[in-house]
């Protein structure tokens, strides 16, 4: 499958129309497009019998606008979504973009840190974001009528935050407590420390939030920069689903946005990440982080598959069988019929040029050499054997209800808009989406298992053990 991506969609005769920029638009964000050279282009991309009707403009700046307009709903989620997460980070940067995540809910030109949680509240309406390793998402939840306010508050603090010096030594030691109780969290702490086992000094294998001996030193300086040169128009992506009108939205974004940084000459919207060259991965390793827990927390894993590879729903139904709920294979093993661990499942990770595949259990400190030896067993099974057609049915079945069922919200149909166009260059519809599940066949399932769970896989524990315990296991 090719992973190129296609420009903005060219202007056709089908549900396509230009749109105009706000009253007094300055030349600096308007005079290509007053010569003809650059219009906002909106065109309808679905729709879908099982949701509303999807629409898509790219503004003359490269910034996308993504609608999904549902009348029955009464609400409207609203998101601003920018294509840096932690991986785009240099090592001295650790926890910029999370930094920055904070940092922007402080104040901008026109409203204070009160203003932005004030003027949300008081409608009636919440607030959040959150930063990944490949993007970062800003995002509201409103009533349909306050859908203007939530998109100016939304829009002024993502483009135009002042970053008050005062205010990053406040956010400092606010994410400093935070890393430290990330570190009191051994269920949470596990995944890091496998993900450094797959992927060492590698971006993908550090923390989002940074650690204290970057976090600490970083200056206001630095995350202006780091602002400036990575929140750009054509990195951003804004979606809102709910009872909503398109070309509405559109107007009152660009009316958000005028004499804003973002508010650019003309551009194309940025590609997503390529996926090649693909992330190198270390050989398979074992690291232990000792720490007086009364749980031992163990995941086995080993490199998976990227975002856009061809088997990532066979990925899906595979996942499904083996741990992916209480009828699972390793659920039913291990907890079920041994009663040796509270929590275990499986889970897949994906990114632009990699991905892991992994087993997390909490458990007895005593038991963890069962629990590891039932998990191994049970993944050579599956390689060696494969799975029945009765097992990948109900995989299907799993991966296609959890799938709709997510979607019964506004904030995941918000959601799925903007990660299809900044993580996929696309937004698949959901007929065609089931459609590919359904595909997937008992071979498609069992060959991707032989491949993937023969791979040499890494442990990560974090429990009351010393350093080497796990070197001979």
Same mark, same amino acid.
């Given at each position: 499958?090719?992973?190129?991506?296609?420009?903005?969609?060219?202007?056709?005769?089908?549900?396509?129309?230009?749109?105009?920029? !706000?009253?007094?638009?300055?030349?600096?964000?308007?005079?290509?497009?007053?010569?003809?050279?650059?219009?906002?282009?909106?065109?309808?991309?679905?729709?879908?019998?099982?949701?509303?009707?999807?629409?898509?403009?790219?503004?003359?700046?490269? %910034?996308?606008?993504?609608?999904?307009?549902?009348?029955?709903?009464?609400?409207?989620?609203?998101?601003?979504?920018?294509?840096?997460?932690?991986?785009?980070?240099?090592?001295?940067? @650790?926890?910029?973009?999370?930094?920055?995540?904070?940092?922007?809910?402080?104040?901008?030109?026109?409203?204070?840190?009160?203003?932005?949680?004030?003027?949300?509240?008081?409608?009636?309406?919440?607030? +959040?974001?959150?930063?990944?390793?490949?993007?970062?998402?800003?995002? /509201?939840?409103?009533?349909?009528?306050?859908?203007?306010?939530?998109?100016?508050?939304?829009?002024?603090?993502?483009?135009?935050?002042?970053?008050?010096?005062?205010?990053?030594?406040?956010?400092?030691?606010?994410?400093?407590?935070?890393?430290?109780?990330?570190?009191?969290? $051994?269920?949470?702490?596990?995944?890091?420390?496998?993900?450094?086992?797959?992927?060492?000094?590698?971006?993908?294998?550090?923390?989002?939030?940074?650690?204290?001996?970057?976090?600490?030193?970083?200056?206001?300086?630095?995350?202006?920069?780091?602002?400036?040169?990575?929140?750009?128009?054509?990195?951003?992506?804004?979606?809102?689903?709910? +009872?909503?009108?398109? /070309?509405?939205?559109?107007?009152?974004?660009?009316?958000?946005?005028?004499?804003?940084?973002?508010?650019?000459?003309?551009?194309? $919207?940025?590609?997503?990440?390529? /996926?090649?060259?693909?992330?190198?991965?270390?050989?398979?390793?074992?690291?232990?982080? !000792?720490?007086?827990?009364?749980?031992?927390?163990?995941?086995?894993?080993? !490199?998976?598959?990227?975002? %856009?590879?061809?088997?990532?729903?066979?990925?899906?139904?595979?996942? +499904?069988? %083996?741990?992916?709920?209480?009828?699972?294979?390793?659920?039913?093993?291990?907890?079920?019929?041994?009663?040796?661990?509270?929590?275990?499942?499986?889970?897949?990770?994906?990114?632009?040029?990699?991905?892991?595949?992994?087993?997390?259990?909490?458990?007895?400190?005593?038991?963890?050499?069962?629990?590891?030896? %039932?998990?191994?067993?049970?993944?050579?099974?599956?390689?060696?054997?494969?799975?029945?057609?009765?097992?990948?049915?109900?995989?299907?079945?799993?991966?296609?209800?959890?799938?709709?069922?997510?979607?019964?919200?506004?904030?995941?149909?918000?959601?799925?808009?903007?990660?299809?166009?900044?993580?996929?260059?696309?937004?698949?519809?959901?007929?065609?989406?089931?459609?590919?599940?359904?595909?997937?066949?008992?071979?498609?399932?069992?060959?991707?298992? @032989?491949?993937?769970?023969?791979?040499?896989?890494?442990?990560?524990?974090?429990? !009351?053990?010393?350093? +080497?315990?796990?070197?001979?296991?």
């Amino acid at each position: 499958m090719s992973r190129a991506v296609s420009a903005p969609f060219p202007p056709d005769r089908r549900g396509v129309a230009s749109v105009p920029g !706000p009253a007094g638009a300055s030349p600096r964000s308007n005079g290509a497009a007053r010569s003809g050279a650059a219009r906002a282009v909106t065109r309808t991309i679905s729709d879908d019998p099982l949701g509303g009707t999807v629409r898509r403009t790219v503004l003359p700046s490269g %910034l996308r606008v993504l609608t999904e307009a549902i009348p029955a709903m009464r609400s409207v989620s609203f998101g601003v979504w920018v294509a840096v997460g932690s991986r785009d980070e240099t090592g001295p940067q @650790a926890g910029a973009a999370h930094f920055l995540e904070h940092l922007l809910f402080k104040g901008t030109n026109k409203r204070s840190a009160l203003d932005i949680s004030s003027e949300i509240e008081a409608v009636g309406g919440e607030t +959040n974001a959150f930063t990944t390793k490949e993007y970062t998402c800003y995002y /509201a939840r409103v009533l349909d009528e306050d859908l203007p306010l939530a998109i100016d508050v939304m829009c002024d603090l993502v483009a135009d935050s002042v970053l008050e010096p005062a205010d990053v030594e406040t956010e400092r030691g606010v994410i400093l407590e935070e890393i430290a109780m990330h570190d009191d969290e $051994p269920g949470d702490e596990v995944h890091d420390l496998f993900a450094r086992a797959v992927y060492g000094d590698h971006p993908l294998g550090r923390l989002i939030s940074g650690t204290e001996e970057t976090v600490t030193p970083m200056t206001r300086r630095q995350i202006q920069g780091f602002y400036r040169r990575r929140y750009t128009a054509p990195q951003i992506v804004v979606a809102a689903a709910g +009872n909503l009108d398109h /070309a509405t939205v559109v107007r009152l974004v660009r009316q958000a946005l005028h004499g804003t940084p973002l508010d650019t000459d003309p551009a194309a $919207p940025a590609s997503h990440r390529s /996926a090649t060259p693909a992330v190198r991965t270390k050989p398979a390793t074992t690291l232990v982080e !000792p720490k007086e827990t009364e749980q031992a927390h163990v995941i086995l894993g080993c !490199p998976g598959i990227d975002r %856009l590879d061809e088997r990532r729903f066979a990925l899906g139904v595979l996942n +499904n069988i %083996l741990g992916g709920g209480m009828s699972s294979r390793l659920f039913q093993e291990i907890r079920e019929r041994r009663g040796l661990a509270y929590s275990v499942y499986s889970y897949a990770s994906q990114y632009a040029d990699s991905g892991l595949f992994a087993v997390y259990a909490g458990c007895a400190p005593g038991k963890v050499d069962e629990v590891l030896e %039932l998990t191994r067993a049970e993944l050579a099974r599956v390689a060696a054997d494969g799975l029945t057609e009765a097992e990948v049915a109900r995989g299907k079945g799993m991966s296609k209800g959890s799938f709709v069922l997510g979607l019964e919200d506004t904030g995941s149909r918000m959601s799925r808009l903007a990660k299809g166009e900044l993580l996929y260059g696309h937004l698949m519809p959901v007929d065609e989406l089931l459609g590919r599940v359904d595909a997937v066949t008992v071979a498609d399932v069992n060959t991707l298992a @032989a491949e993937l769970l023969s791979r040499p896989m890494s442990l990560a524990v974090v429990g !009351p053990f010393g350093a +080497n315990d796990f070197s001979a296991r």
